[in-house]
């Protein structure tokens, strides 16, 4: 069966509104052999109307992206370089494989997305290397070549990246597998398509998880042709995150989905060495935290709250405030609030002093003068943590940190004209000094 047969007609939109183009960078190919392969794709890019694409032919070390060693930081470095100078939202990388070509997509905050779909750098697209050197270049494969970048962007930086892979779905649904293309290349493909297709639906509905589920079965019952854990990893990964969209938006069976979401999470992180992969290991290991929560609200199991904690300290480890300090702050937010609930369930202080301590390494990212709206919607959070702490245990100290938080707060939103939020402040402080004041008598 052919590794397009899976994607089911739908009606597409029949035309496509006027919008900025994505821009791209190729970078020379790792040996002098491929440069030619590096130019083709430049032009079989270009070709696409949503695409503005770039050639970067700086020299880096080719073992940078073997994708076997520990060079995995330095390929990210680099590609962190090459993206900030080019001004591009995607970088494409070019690997040979013996006869053929991998090619793997990196983004300016590639593993930094808080909710799913997300695109791994170890997402490959295998794709012969006779298909470079010879014309004219599949019109199948340029249409999923076209859809992998288009679906490796962030969507922050191309909001409407799912209109343009809505219409390439809409063409590739009505291909066949193109021609000498080699076995070992057909899982990739798969899990390739699985991934657009999760990414350009704007809800997955019952219909959509049969579709994309189908075509990552496809890549598994394949996969023994490639011989490649990451590729495991990979679809594992997407599975995943098909489940973990489902689990929220698909209004059914939506314990099971998470459930089945969280078997897949960790099945992932199997395969992404921790000490090689750390991204792609840590990015499993936040979005299981965020599948435990959503278990939790589910079912009010507490232990599943506790591990939705677990799972981001473990993340919180790996994405350092440093290396990505606003990805870092969501991970200090996620475990003060998932904290906060944990000292209203367990009843314990010690908790409540380390969900503010979370909050506050928030405002360290996020600080007053930087985002003050931000610092604002923090310094809330924690005024109503010390509120209720100081309302239950009638324990003043509580209450005057949660008044001076809520001060902090409410001055901001009067210098920034926020009237609705301010006015709301001012009820909950008016209430703080009357508890205040009844303690005092």
């Known amino acids: 069966m052919s590794a397009f047969d899976f994607l089911k007609k739908e009606k597409k939109p029949e035309t496509t509104e006027s919008i900025s183009k994505l821009r791209v960078v190729v970078t020379s190919f790792y040996d002098d052999s491929l440069q030619s392969c590096a130019e ?11 695409l503005d694409v770039v050639y970067d032919n700086s020299a880096y070390n080719p073992e940078i992206l073997s994708l076997e060693s520990r060079n995995f930081y330095d390929l990210i470095d680099k590609g962190r370089v090459i993206l900030k100078r080019s001004k591009a939202q995607v970088l494409i990388w070019g690997y040979r494989v013996k006869d053929m ?7 300016p905050r590639q593993y930094e997305r808080t909710e799913p779909p997300s ?47 809505e219409q390439l779905i809409g063409l590739i649904e009505n291909e066949k597998t193109p021609e000498n293309m080699p076995a070992e290349a057909l899982p990739y493909i798969q899990n390739m398509l699985a991934q657009i297709y999760i990414t350009a639906k704007d809800r997955i509905t019952i219909n959509e998880l049969k579709t994309a589920s189908s075509l990552l079965e496809q890549a598994l019952k394949n996969k023994n042709t490639a011989k490649d854990a990451l590729l495991l990893g990979n679809i594992y990964a997407n599975f995943g995150q098909l489940y973990h969209r489902a689990a929220v938006e698909a209004g059914e069976n939506s314990e099971t989905y998470c459930q089945h979401a969280v078997e897949c999470r960790q099945y992932a992180r199997k395969y992404f060495n921790k000490h090689v992969f750390p991204f792609d290991y840590g990015q499993q290991t936040f ?7 959503t278990y939790w609200q589910q079912t009010a199991d507490s232990q599943s709250l506790r591990d939705a904690v677990f799972y981001l300290r473990e993340a919180e480890k790996i994405f350092s405030k440093t290396a990505f300090p606003f990805f870092w702050a969501e991970i200090e937010n996620d475990l003060g ?3 906060a609930i944990l000292s209203a369930v367990t009843e314990n202080e010690e908790v409540v002093h380390k969900a503010v301590e979370c909050y506050e390494n928030r405002q360290k990212i996020y600080t007053k003068d930087f985002r003050p709206l931000l610092w604002a919607k923090t310094a809330v959070d924690i005024g ?9 245990l009638k324990d003043a100290s509580y209450l005057t940190s949660a008044l001076s938080y809520l001060e902090q707060a409410e001055e901001i939103y009067e210098n920034m004209k926020y009237e609705n939020e301010r006015s709301r402040l001012q009820i909950r402080i008016k209430t703080l000094h009357e508890l205040l004041e009844e303690n005092h008598d």
């Open 384 to 392: 109503e943590l010390y509120f209720s702490c100081g309302k239950r």
């Open 40 to 50: 083709v794709a430049c032009r079989i890019l270009s070709s696409c109307a949503a």
């Open 101 to 107: 070509l991998r090619l793997n997509f990196q983004t």
């Open 287 to 293: 979005a299981l935290s965020r599948l435990y929560f």
């Open 119 to 165: 695109f791994s750098l170890l997402e490959s697209l295998y794709l012969p290397i006779s298909y470079f050197q010879t014309e004219p270049f599949p019109r199948q494969a340029v249409q999923v070549l076209c859809a992998a970048v288009i679906s490796a962007a962030d969507e922050e930086a191309y909001p409407v990246k799912r209109t343009y892979l």
């Open 337 to 339: 609030a998932y904290l």
